[in-house]
C-alpha cells in the first residue's frame, strides 16, 4: 500500500543522500582513496569491557587507578529508535575505567539526580573530583551540562548542579572544558542547526548534512559559557566545519577538532576570571595542525605535552554506519556480514600529536568497534570510546 511505497521511498532517499554526501565531502580525490590501506590495524591486542549503555562517547583519565566516561543512549535520538521516542530510551550512567585495563568497570550510582531529567551523554570534561557532562536531555531535561562530585571509593556520583542552555542550542552542543573558576565554560557546536525537542528531525538533518555542511555553506562555532548564569556567548574568530573535540594545556592553549577540515585548530586563550561573560574570553587563532583523518574527540595529556587524538579510518564508512542504524534500529556486529558486501567497514584509530615537534604518530587502527569517538593514550593502552558502541575497548600499543 501506499505506507509500503513510502517507506521504501524514504529508503532509497537515504541511500541517494549517503552517496550524495560522500561525493560533496570527499570529492573524487578522497573517493579515489576509499581502498587507501589503513595502518597498524592491532586487533588482536584489544579487550572489550561489556557495559550497560550504548555511547560512551568521551573518556577522560580520572585519577591513577581510573579513567572516566558517560555512557547515554544518545544515538538513539539521532537514529530515530522508534521515531526518537525518548520515553522508550534508558536514561544512562556514569563508568570508571581501571586504567590498568584488567580490573571489573565500575559503574556509579547516581545520587540526587533530578526526577524525570535523562542523562542523554556527550562529551565530558574531569576537574578535580568534579564530573561535567553535556547532557542531549531535549524533551527530558533540555540542552545541559550537569556537574557531578566522584567519589570513587564509595562508587558515586552525587549530583550538584546544573548550565541548562536556551532551547535555541537544542542538540547543538559537543565537547566542553572548563576553565580554572570552575564556572566558565567553553563549548563547542557540532551542527548550526537547532533540534526540536522531540529530537533531530529527519528531513532537517538531512537537508542539513546534503546543503549547508555538504557544500560548506555554514560554519559551527566554540561558544563561552557560564554556569552561575545559564547563558552564553559566542566566541569571535572561531568558525570551522565542523567542530567537535575540545581540550586545553591548563594554561592558555585550547586545541580544538575540526573535523571535516581534518585539521585541529589552536587558540590563544585570555582569560579575565572577574570580567562579564561577554568580556571573560577571548580565543586567539594561532595555527592550524593538518591530521589528514577525519577525527572525533581530542584530550590534552599533560605529562608528555602532547595531544590524544581519536581518528576515523574512512569517511564513507561512518556514513554506511549511520544509514545501517538509521535503517535496521540496530547496531551491526563484529564482525559484520554487510562489510563483506563492502557497503562500509569499521576503522577506529588512535594518534598522538606531539606539541613539542608539532609531529603526530598513528598509534593503531582497530576494528573490534564500530564508531569510534575517543582515544586516550594511557600506560601503553589505549581507551576507545563510541558515539553508539555498548562496549569499552582496551588495546595495548
Known sequence: GLLTFLGKLSILIISISVVLISIVFY????????????????????????????????????????????AGNVHRIWNHYDDGTQESIPSGAIYLIPSDGVSDLVKLEMVNYPAGVKLFAHGI?????????????????????????IDAEQKTATYKNSLVF?????????????????????????????????????????FYFLTIV?????????YACSIKQNDCYLLPGTSALMNNGITWDKKDRVFVV??????????????????????????????????????DNVYYNEKANSLDISLIGRGIDYLGL?????????????????????????????????????QYEVLMFTTKMFGGSSAVNLNNKVFFGS?????ILVCDV
Request: hydrophobic share 35%; glycine share 6%; proline share 4%.
Open 166 to 206: 536556551p532551547d535555541k542550542y537544542m542538540g547543538m552542543m559537543n565537547d566542553i572544558v572548563v576553565l580554572d573558576d570552575g564556572d566558565t565554560v567553553l563549548t563547542t557546536a557540532w551542527q548550526a542547526f537547532t533540534h526540536d525537542k522531540e529530537g533531530a528531525n529527519k528531513l532537517k538533518k538531512k
Open 27 to 70: 570529492n573524487v580525490n578522497e573517493l579515489k582513496q576509499i581502498e587507501k590501506p589503513i595502518p597498524n590495524i592491532r586487533d588482536d591486542k584489544c579487550k572489550a569491557y561489556d557495559i550497560e549503555h550504548e555511547g560512551p562517547e568521551d573518556i577522560e583519565i580520572f585519577n591513577e587507578k581510573y579513567l572516566i566516561t558517560a
Open 322 to 358: 549511520v544509514e545501517f542504524i538509521e535503517r535496521n534500529q540496530k547496531l551491526p556486529q563484529v564482525p559484520v556480514e554487510i562489510s563483506n558486501k563492502r557497503l562500509f567497514r569499521n576503522h577506529n584509530g588512535a594518534a598522538v600529536f606531539n606539541l613539542n615537534t608539532n
Open 214 to 222: 555538504g557544500f560548506k555553506f555554514s560554519l559551527t562555532d566554540v
Open 387 to 391: 558515539h553508539v558502541w555498548n562496549q
Open 258 to 295: 575540526d573535523s571535516l577540515g581534518m585539521c585541529i585548530n589552536e587558540y590563544k586563550l585570555k582569560f579575565s576570571p572577574n570580567e562579564s561573560l561577554q568580556k571573560r574570553v577571548e580565543l586567539s587563532f594561532v595555527k592550524k595542525h593538518d591530521i589528514g583523518y577525519l577525527m
Open 125 to 149: 570534561y574531569v576537574k578535580g573530583t568534579s564530573l561535567y557532562v553535556l547532557n542531549h536531555a531535549y524533551s527530558k531535561g533540555g540542552e545541559r551540562i550537569d556537574v557531578f562530585d
